[in-house]
């Protein structure tokens, strides 16, 4: 999948949001598998899996869940699986990202989310729901599936209100 982005974060970008913090990473306790996986993608292995764990709002919010940091976690102990995390920018953000055309990113390699092999959503509550479409956008992902390509990554959602009540 690896697209070429040149439109990213700046130090300028940041400066004008309220909350920076919320977009550079780097956090104790993050996992970063970049070399493992540079290593295996160089001697041309195709058995794993870039999985972007994305949480609908904003990153305070996310980190807090604790769920959110047990599975992520648990998918990093997986030898296969490289789990990012990304989480919904604020409006002073969004309008930045959508002003210079800026994708979506993973906070441990600043990987557009294009570029993964699954999105997954972790969904705990319904007014989450329209920051979903929110991120899928800014990551130039297709909202319908039927509307996505083989390069495209799965998209999938789990949490506590995703069911059907019928």
Known sequence: ??????NRIERADLLRVENPARYVGGER?????SEVLSQIQEAGRTDYVRFAYCFPDIYEIGMSNLALVILYHLLNEIPY???ERAFSPWKDMDAIMR???????SLETRT???????VGFSLQYEMCYTNVLQMLDLSGIPFFSSDRKEDDPIVIAGGPVVYNAE
Do not use: Q, W
């Not at 306790?29 to 598998?33: E, I, N, P, R, Y």
């Open 81 to 83: 699986v490289y789990c």
């Open 112 to 118: 557009p989310l294009s570029e993964f092999d699954v």
């Open 1 to 6: 999948m690896n697209k070429m982005h040149t």
């Open 29 to 33: 306790g993050a996992v970063v598998k």
């Open 99 to 105: 002003d210079r055309n800026i994708p979506l990113s």
